[in-house]
């Protein structure tokens, strides 16, 4: 299983990005998918999740801004990331729960991470 995440880049004050993460894979279910990001020197914080059946919940510093949704039948997950600012600069992660078969055809349950994109916000 794996999660690709992809639509970082730079911005200025007030601009718009919207990151993507696919999940490829024998997955057989995928439940709770998350947003990470990490600031230098600072600690992981949560971003934004959303379940399979689409409700969603925000950390206190994005909301109204950001906006997190999922495509079941791609596999995806969305961050439409509005009004951005500096504070928002990190590297943005994917989460995912995750249910796949194995090689020995057993369902495993893993939490999938994706490599991370960079989201830069200058003033």
């Known amino acids: 299983v794996q999660l690709q995440a992809s639509g970082g880049g730079s911005v200025q004050t007030g601009g718009s990005l919207r990151l993507s993460c696919a999940a490829s894979?024998?997955?057989?279910?995928?439940?709770?998918m998350r947003w990470y990001r990490q600031a230098p020197g600072k600690e992981r914080e949560l971003v934004a999740g959303i379940t399979s059946g689409g409700t969603a919940n925000y950390g206190d510093s994005v909301k109204g801004r950001f906006t997190i949704s999922r495509d079941n039948a791609r596999k995806t997950v969305y961050l439409q990331m509005n009004s951005l600012k500096p504070e928002d600069t990190a590297v943005y992660h994917c989460?995912?729960?995750?249910?796949?078969?194995?090689?020995?055809?057993?369902?495993?349950?893993?939490?999938?991470w994706g490599q991370g994109t960079q989201v830069t916000v200058s003033s």
């Open positions: 989460n995912a729960d995750v249910l796949y078969l194995n090689y020995a055809e057993e369902y495993v349950a893993v939490k999938a």
């Open positions: 894979g024998n997955t057989f279910r995928i439940d709770d």
